[in-house]
């Protein structure tokens, strides 16, 4: 299932989510109406005004109860994002050509940041915190992004055209979120920077629908420049 804390018994870390305990069906509803109710608060507060005790309360929830799961602001906030990546249908490496993958890809991630430009923000800033949590948050969205571009690229993808596009993505949100573009622009500019590292792929292999092979590398993207 899409939800963190729901995975198959047979799993060797099953029961786990980011809170890094093992979670009942119960427990794992709390949690779940703690991030519900985290989407809500931060859109009426913003960050700054943002509290556990606040979320517990709007949760119906003892805040003692709160600080079991979530220790400050910044994990309740990571948990967030990291659901609503998780929630994203995966991506089919045999679609189309790997600009529509891609294009596709990055904009399923963009959209649920567009929802709530507050929640963005408070997300963005949340993730900078240095603690254990929120790393480790952090780290599985980051993984996340990294197979998601992966997959977009298809079979044979230089690994450093992965990092590269990794580094635009996120560097394109933080320019969006400052104002100085549309976080609607971000898929375009994405596939922009990968058609710059690669060349195209032949032309049969890039009819919609087509399940060969991704883009070809450049000398340049080979050689890791």
């Given amino acids: 299932m899409s939800e963190a804390?729901?995975?198959?018994?047979?799993?060797?870390?099953?029961?786990?989510?980011?809170?890094?305990?093992?979670?009942?069906?119960?427990?794992?509803?709390v949690v779940a109406q703690l991030v519900r109710a985290t989407e809500c608060e931060i859109d009426a507060v913003g960050y700054p005004g943002l509290t556990v005790r606040n979320v517990a309360?709007?949760?119906?929830v003892a805040p003692a109860t709160a600080y079991n799961y979530f220790s400050s602001k910044d994990h309740l906030l990571a948990e967030v994002?990291?659901?609503?990546?998780?929630?994203?249908?995966?991506?089919?490496?045999?679609?189309?050509?790997?600009?529509?993958?891609?294009?596709?890809?990055?904009?399923?991630?963009?959209?649920?940041?567009?929802?709530s430009p507050a929640l963005v923000d408070a997300c963005?800033?949340?993730?900078?915190?240095?603690?254990?949590?929120?790393?480790?948050?952090?780290?599985?969205?980051?993984a996340a992004i990294h197979r998601r571009l992966t997959a977009a690229m298809g079979p044979g993808v230089d690994p450093m055209v992965v990092r590269v596009l990794e580094t635009t993505y996120t560097g394109a949100l933080l320019t969006a979120g400052m104002g100085h573009m549309s976080f609607l622009e971000i898929p375009e500019f994405v596939v922009g920077a990968a058609?710059?590292?690669?060349?195209?792929?032949?032309?049969?292999a890039t009819r919609p629908g087509h399940t060969g092979t991704g883009p070809r590398r450049t000398g340049r993207a080979r050689a890791g420049r």
Avoid: C, N, Y
Wanted: hydrophobic fraction near 40%; proline fraction near 11%; charged fraction near 25%.
């Fill in 57 to 60: 309360r709007r949760a119906g």
């Fill in 124 to 142: 963005s800033a949340a993730l900078m915190s240095a603690h254990p949590e929120v790393k480790h948050l952090r780290d599985r969205i980051g």
């Fill in 5 to 29: 804390v729901r995975v198959l018994p047979a799993d060797p870390h099953a029961g786990f989510e980011a809170t890094r305990r093992r979670l009942s069906p119960r427990q794992a509803e």
């Fill in 195 to 204: 058609r710059l590292m690669v060349a195209p792929s032949p032309p049969g």
């Fill in 81 to 115: 994002l990291w659901r609503r990546m998780d929630a994203l249908p995966p991506v089919d490496p045999a679609s189309g050509t790997w600009t529509e993958r891609l294009h596709q890809t990055v904009r399923a991630m963009v959209l649920f940041t567009t929802e």
